[in-house]
């Protein structure tokens, strides 16, 4: 458990300069796109909102023209999204054939090459003649992906033993171009989210979200989570959402002033099931939820659904006052040990908290 736990300090560290960042490992179909393109644009610029959101979904929509669904059974497709200023970072990886890489290889360099009058000539050209794809217009979509990021595309292709390959592509658009010239010129290379395909695979890490926590980006979550346990049974997928629900309210609740309500949640399986995780700072009042949390896993059923009844009538009495009632309610439903971390650091105090939901 103590290596799931780990899970948010490593994340920490992965992503200490991202403003926002999330990666998806899931089903990968059309009703996902508006979902997490809410997510991922929620605090974004709004003069690049409209680019990053194309952006998003083409690059979303690309992962399903290529994948190959016999393909895609046995291998993982990933999608993120990072803001690192002075750029936003879409990144896609999903397992394709060799003949497909053949092809996409040899258009990307065409396209790579090209300045942007270039890119709007190709694109007419392929737009009356279709010369370029051969999978229902993903050939104009890269074209137009150049020509609005005004970066060449980052690829790279990991072959597999048997012949096949992860196709990991990465859109850079600039969101402010007042940043240094240097800046400007050095977006993060592809390398960097390549590691974190291996890393999400390696730990079975499904979703990761790090930014700001508001019922905006807390719906879409849902959402998201919801969407991919439909093939679970509904009292698993019960557990999993109703335990997401109060450890993303509990970021809300306890963030510092100082962070506002920013934090991670990540949802990786395990070998008996799912252990959901957040991390966040608190204030140094809330540094008490160590000892609360650690009676809460002391207890048995039958006091904690005493201690539920109690605290939950206080909190009716006293609006505001709810004394943890969400995180009894977790401990006595599912009677699985809370997970907590409490670290201290130049920036404050640092909550991490998980719980794992059996598959039984």
């Known amino acids: 458990m103590a290596k799931n736990l780990q899970l948010i300090g490593l994340l920490r560290k992965c992503f200490s300069v991202d403003k926002i960042c999330m990666f998806y490992r899931g089903n990968f179909d059309d009703i996902f796109t508006d979902k997490l393109i809410t997510l991922a644009d929620h605090d974004f610029e709004k003069k690049a909102k409209k680019r990053i959101s194309f952006l998003m979904s083409e690059s979303f929509q690309n992962i399903i023209r290529h994948g190959d669904n016999e393909l895609g059974n046995k291998k993982d497709s990933l999608f993120g999204v990072r803001a690192i200023s002075p ?183 395990t070998e008996d099931g799912y252990f959901l995780c957040t991390g966040n700072y608190v204030s140094k009042q809330e540094k008490k939820l160590e000892e609360h949390i650690a009676k809460l896993n002391s207890m048995n059923k039958d006091d904690l659904g005493a201690l539920y009844r109690k605290q939950l009538k206080a909190s009716t009495e006293s609006p505001g006052n709810n004394a943890g009632v969400g995180l009894i309610d977790l401990r006595r439903s599912f009677m699985t040990p809370l997970e907590l971390k409490m670290t201290e650091d130049k920036n404050g105090n640092y909550l991490t908290i998980g719980i794992e939901i059996p598959f039984k």
């Not at 990886?93 to 270039?118: M, T, Y």
């Not at 979703?207 to 905006?216: A, H, P, R, T």
């Not at 998201?224 to 509904?234: A, F, K, S, V």
């Open 87 to 269: 750029f936003s970072h879409i990144f896609s990886s999903n397992p394709i054939s060799e003949k497909d890489k053949l092809f996409l290889e040899e258009r990307l360099n065409v396209i790579n090459k090209l300045n942007k009058e270039q890119l709007k000539m190709l694109y007419t050209k392929v737009l009356e003649d279709g010369a370029l794809s051969n999978k229902g217009g993903a050939g104009l979509g890269l074209i137009e992906m150049a020509k609005k990021s005004q970066k060449p595309i980052q690829t790279d292709f990991k072959e597999f033993e048997d012949h096949t390959y992860a196709f990991s592509m990465q859109i850079d658009l600039i969101v402010n171009d007042q940043a240094d010239a240097e800046l400007l010129e050095n977006p993060i290379g592809i390398e960097e989210n390549t590691a974190m395909y291996d890393l999400m695979v390696s730990n079975d890490i499904i979703f990761l979200y790090k930014g700001d926590f508001s019922d905006e980006t807390i719906s879409p979550m849902l959402n998201i989570l919801e969407g991919n346990t439909t093939d679970m049974t509904n009292l698993l997928g019960y557990k999993i959402y109703h335990s997401a629900v109060e450890l993303m309210q509990n970021v809300i609740r306890h963030s510092s002033i100082d962070h506002h309500k920013e934090g991670i949640f990540a949802v990786n399986k």
